[in-house]
């Protein structure tokens, strides 16, 4: 059927290849990052990964039908260093989440989930005119993934929550009105791990360069029900899917294998 991708058992992860065959491809993501496996690269330590924002830079927030997104003005940010050759740019930043909160990240950690997972989406302002033209490039964009676990209100996360009842339904947006700092919403300490992978979601594009921060921050149970509130149709529209009540409670894609690849880490 044309019927759009999603999380359910008919339109999710494991029937997507069949309209997007990149999401079959060798370097998808999400992995399980096996911490054994990792290997420690003095390149990574001596090119410290910096960036800047401009919290008056976010723009929008809207309900996808997949989750919400913060669409970000990418103009002044800048992500450099590390694995990175040149200068990325924010575009978005959205999270994914579980039904419950043993699980709903993308990523796990020697096979362990967390409860949610938070991406700023970045692409190579060095090499390409925008996002959506980088997206077609292997080094086009680079994505910084937090682990959210469950624990403490997050009070920058908090002024994401205050405008879901906004975006309730399928395409509604809304103006961001007090300034979202993506810097206040990343981990203290600066350790990752980083590999080459995929968007965690249709059309799948092998563009991504990973970066995931080994410390995870927390979100507390309440805001997670809240992001669990958002619906996946349009207003006045019937729920065409087979989700509880046409709510987005899940949205993460389950972890692929590495394969070959390389997963590298810097700091301990
Ligand atoms: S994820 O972080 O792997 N979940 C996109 C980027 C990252 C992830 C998922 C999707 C993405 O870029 N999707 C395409 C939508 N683009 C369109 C575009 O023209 O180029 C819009 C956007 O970011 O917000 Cu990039
Ligand atoms: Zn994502």
């Not at 029937?15 to 999400?30: C, D, E, L, M, V």
């Not at 039908?65 to 992500?79: A, I, P, Y």
């Not at 403490?152 to 879901?164: F, G, R, Y």
């Amino acid at each position: 059927s044309a019927a759009e991708w999603g999380y359910t058992k008919r339109n999710g992860p494991f029937t997507w290849a069949k309209n997007y065959p990149t999401a079959a491809g060798i370097r998808q993501s999400p992995v399980d990052i096996d911490t054994a496996l990792a290997t420690s690269d003095s390149s990574l330590e001596s090119k410290p990964l910096r960036w800047k924002y401009v919290p008056q830079n976010t723009r929008t927030i809207v309900n996808s039908g997949h989750g919400w997104r913060v669409d970000v003005d990418s103009e002044g940010s800048e992500l450099v260093g590390g694995p990175l050759e040149g200068t990325y740019k924010l575009q978005q930043f959205h999270c994914h989440w579980g039904s419950s909160s043993d699980k709903g990240s993308e990523h796990t950690v020697d096979g362990q989930s967390y409860a949610a997972e938070l991406h700023l989406v970045h692409w190579n302002s060095s090499k390409y005119a925008d996002c959506g033209e980088a997206a077609d490039y292997p080094d086009g964009l680079t994505v910084l993934g937090v682990l959210l676990k469950v624990g403490a209100k997050n009070p920058e996360l908090q002024k994401v929550i205050d405008l879901i009842p906004s975006i309730s339904h399928r395409g509604e947006k809304t103006e961001v009105k007090e300034a979202i700092d993506p810097a206040k919403m990343l981990p203290k300490t600066l350790s990752y791990w980083t590999y080459l992978g995929s968007l965690t979601v249709p059309p799948c594009n092998e563009s991504v360069t990973w970066i995931l921060f080994k410390e995870p921050v927390e979100v507390s149970e309440e805001q997670l029900a809240a992001f669990r509130s958002l619906r996946c149709y349009k207003r006045g529209e019937e729920c065409p899917c087979d989700e509880v009540d046409g709510l987005l409670i899940s949205n993460y894609r389950p972890t692929l294998p590495l394969g070959t690849r390389e997963l590298r880490e810097c700091g301990s």
